[in-house]
């Protein structure tokens, strides 16, 4: 049974930083892509952050230069670093990640960004 388990959400003021986590264990096979979204009150599930095993990433243009997606495959694990944090990054973030051909979600940890 595969399982995400994620951490480091919080509430932060804004300017402020966070750091999440995601351990993906129970999988006999490597991960391939692992990534991050978010969903906002009253809006759609959107990517924020991927990163293949070999550690090509991408992002949304809302998190450029703000934040930073990586990985560490001994652990199966992926971080995901958010810098000056902004009241619009407020959100529950997600944990996405393909084994195989099968896609796995966390159960999602909320960031809120307010002063």
């Known amino acids: 049974q595969v399982q995400l388990v994620e951490s480091g959400g919080g509430l932060v003021q804004p300017g402020g930083s966070l750091r999440l986590s995601c351990v993906v264990s129970?999988?006999?096979?490597?991960?391939?892509?692992m990534g991050w979204y978010r969903q906002a009150p009253g809006k759609q599930r959107e990517l924020v952050a991927r990163?293949?095993?070999?550690?090509?990433?991408n992002y949304a243009d809302s998190v450029k230069g703000r934040f930073t997606i990586s990985r560490d495959n001994a652990k199966n694990t992926v971080y995901l670093q958010m810098n000056s944090l902004n009241p619009e990054d407020t959100a529950v973030y997600y944990c996405n990640v393909y084994i195989v051909l099968t896609e796995y979600w966390g159960q999602g940890t909320q960031v809120i960004v307010s002063s």
């Open positions: 990163i293949g095993r070999g550690g090509t990433t």
């Open positions: 129970g999988s006999p096979f490597s991960v391939n892509t």
